[in-house]
């Protein structure tokens, strides 16, 4: 488990001293994926760094495992960073050395022996998928199979944790896609506990258990991705997970409601059967949905006229299907 308790990070420079981080307190349990997302400059690839004091805290405690790493010996860090894996944006591979010699350098470091470890890293070789690019250099690699190698010697060592700093922001769709399957399988096959730092919601949605958004230095919001996909409580979150839809719904006048989806039927004509059975009119503003498998998920902020009956017309339709709902202002 790792915990981080009241941590602050502090930048001294020329024009004043910069907070990068405020008084964070979060908890990752084992064996969960968990998303720390947030807007660029907002501190969350600070605090990742922060996880394994790559970047030391000005203040506060972080604890892996019952080691308030604070307070340890630089042997004794070295030796718990061994169970803390990271991967970058930028890949950082060695340009000189091939696949497997990549894979190998974190063995060679922790002294083992040769041979076992070209054994340990043509494994993890062949378990991210490139056994036939083993000999090949970065340079010969794509941006979805160097974050594959990179994948790859994070796990030499056996790490009880994955630390992944925006891993799939330099990476088309379907690649990011790929390697976040790819992290899902080795959280439940390996027991990895993964760390994830993005600032795309969809990232969060698509394989993380619980997130934390983090906004100019602090924590605005913490819970189960579900909770917050569908209610979120800050200004922040509602930004990141309805992108476009506030510039829209401000220009527009009407009684504004927004829809959650969180598994309803996609067969179901939901906005039709509203139309019909409550005899109003209803103005889509805007929507982000998506079929999973025959089941909707998203959300879609509606316009109907400013009138106070029509409301709980609208209201009772909703509840008695069981739509998630709330005013928008």
Known sequence: ????????????????????????????????????????????????????????????????????????SK??????RQSIGMIF?????????????????????????KEDAKKRATELIDMVGLSERIRSYPSQLSGGQKQRVAIARALATNPKYLLCDEATSALDPNTTASILELLRD???????????????MKVIDRICDRVAVIDQSKIAEIGNVSEVFTAPKSAIARELILPGATSVTAQT????????????????????????????????????????EGRSYGHMVI???????????????????RIVHSEEV
């Open 303 to 321: 316009q109907i006229p400013d009138d106070a009956r029509m409301r709980e017309r609208v209201e009772a339709f909703l509840d008695a299907n």
């Open 1 to 72: 488990m790792i915990e981080i308790q009241h941590l602050s990070k502090v930048f001294p420079s020329a024009a004043g001293d910069i907070t990068a981080l405020s008084d964070i307190n979060l908890t990752v349990a084992d064996g969960e994926i968990f998303g720390i997302i947030g807007l660029s400059g907002a501190g969350k690839s600070t605090l990742v760094r922060c996880m394994n004091l790559l970047e030391r805290p000005t203040e506060g405690r972080v604890i892996v495992d019952g080691n308030d790493l604070m307070t340890l």
């Open 89 to 113: 944006q930028s890949f950082n591979l060695l340009e000189q050395r091939n696949v497997l010699a990549n894979v190998c350098y974190p063995l060679e470091i922790a002294g083992v022996p």
């Open 186 to 200: 080795i959280n439940r096959t390996m027991g990895v506990t993964i760390v994830v730092i993005t600032h795309e």
């Open 75 to 80: 042997k004794e860090l070295l030796k718990v």
């Open 253 to 292: 006048n009407g009684h504004k409601i927004r829809l959650v989806f969180n598994g309803e039927d996609s067969g179901k004509p939901l906005v039709s059967s509203l139309i019909l059975e409550c005899q109003i009119p209803v103005n889509i503003l805007f929507a982000d949905t998506k079929d999973i």
